[in-house]
């Protein structure tokens, strides 16, 4: 999972030095830095390097990330003690299943409690991001826009992209809009198109953009990054600091995380899925950690993969169980290398018919906010 320096949890902890003093004497800043934007564009590439951990499943495909997941940073910049809470938030998309309505409220909730906004683009994603336009328009708080994947981009290309977005989202200072809140009907009010790339939805994709009636657009400033290299990560992390509220911390300064390890351990199987299958099995899986026994010389892990129908099972074991096992290894070394620690993994795979439609097994499932 994505930068590969990546240590257990835990491990890399900064010193928090507010634990020495009183914090908000002392101008601590502390604050909910929440990353949005369209599927794939780069967001838990970007999370997993400003926090230094590999937190979040990354994978070529759209559509991988399904939750919100915090990323806690604590430390000090130029002298100034600061407390990051970092949201890693699904792509937003127009929801097919109840599924992408969860995923979709876990967006709201996270543009809810933003103090800072990283709206992340893609510098080759086609100019449809009106739906991500229209959550952000009653953010009444600082909106950085950033550029992603440049590495791939000529300078000329870049700055294209940048006209592009002067253009079209207003830049400099911030304004205050209105109350910080969230329009309650902003699905309704959601575009027609997406950029989904689950084969399973039947919805035709990307009706081509129109201009999002009277939203206010207002960015403090674009940013041109790859989250890939590392690229102007530096200036968009003094940028984040020096827009962070003053207010003690949030979260115990040994907390790297709102999600327990189980959720982490099914997220690895989950990303090893999206790795080794095609079409609509990446989709309509899901994995459920049913035993996590954390013993001195081993962790043993259970999981149950979830998917729809019967030939998804089968596709998933592949002849003889020969991909259940290649993709069992390949977690396995992940789950190894996330938590430091030797593991051993069993794997069922169940079939559980249309589990994106069912609210109680999604509410088992945790998409729910
Ligand atoms: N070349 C390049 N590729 C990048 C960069 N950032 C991310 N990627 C790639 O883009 C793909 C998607 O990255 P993710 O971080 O999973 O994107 P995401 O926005 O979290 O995607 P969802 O969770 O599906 O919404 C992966 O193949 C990444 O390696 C970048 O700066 N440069
Ligand atoms: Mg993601």
Do not use: C
């Not at 097919?96 to 906004?117: N, P, T």
């Not at 550029?147 to 830049?171: C, G, L, M, R, S």
Request: charge should be negative; aromatic fraction near 8%.
């Amino acid at each position: 999972m994505g930068s590969p320096d990546i240590q257990p949890p835990g491990d890399q902890l900064p010193v928090n030095p507010a634990a020495a003093h009183n914090p908000v004497a002392d101008g601590f800043k502390s604050g909910f830095v929440s990353i949005v934007g369209k599927p794939n564009v780069g967001k838990s590439t970007l999370m997993n390097q400003l926090i230094g951990e590999r937190l979040s499943i990354i994978t070529s495909k759209a559509q991988t990330t399904r939750h919100r997941i915090m990323g806690i940073l604590n430390g000090n910049h130029n002298g100034q003690p600061f407390q990051l809470v970092y949201s890693d938030t699904p792509g937003i998309i127009q929801p097919k299943y109840k599924l992408h309505e969860s995923m979709m409220s876990f967006v709201r909730g996270s543009l809810e409690d933003a103090d800072v906004i990283l709206f992340v683009t893609d510098i080759f994603e086609r100019h449809d991001e009106d739906d991500v336009i229209k959550r952000l328009k009653y953010a009444n708080v600082p909106i950085i826009l950033l550029i992603n994947k440049i590495d791939q981009a000529t300078p000329e290309e870049v700055e294209a992209k940048i006209a592009y977005w002067e253009a079209h989202f207003e830049v400099g200072g911030y304004a205050v809009l209105e109350e910080k809140t969230v329009d309650p009907d902003i699905d309704e009010l959601a575009e027609e198109h997406e950029l989904d790339e689950d084969p399973t939805d039947e919805a035709d994709t990307n009706v081509p953009g129109e201009s999002t009636p009277g939203a206010p657009r207002k960015a403090t400033e674009i940013i041109p990054i790859s989250a890939l290299n590392g690229f102007n990560l530096d200036r968009l992390f003094d940028d984040i600091v020096r827009y962070l509220p003053v207010h003690p911390p949030y979260f115990p300064e040994d907390e790297l995380t709102d999600k327990p390890e189980r959720f982490f351990a099914s997220e690895i199987v989950r990303e090893k899925i999206f790795l080794n299958y095609k079409k609509e099995v990446p989709y309509s899986s899901e994995v459920i950690i049913t035993g996590f026994k954390d013993r001195e010389d081993m962790i043993v892990i259970s999981a149950e993969i979830l998917v729809e129908r019967p030939t998804q099972r089968a596709i998933l074991l592949g002849e003889k169980g020969n991909m259940i096992k290649k993709t069992g290894i390949m977690a396995r070394e992940e789950l190894e290398r996330f938590f430091g620690k030797k593991v051993f993994l069993e794997t069922h795979v169940k079939v559980e018919p249309d589990w994106r439609q069912k609210e109680r097994m999604l509410r088992r499932l945790g998409y729910d906010e």
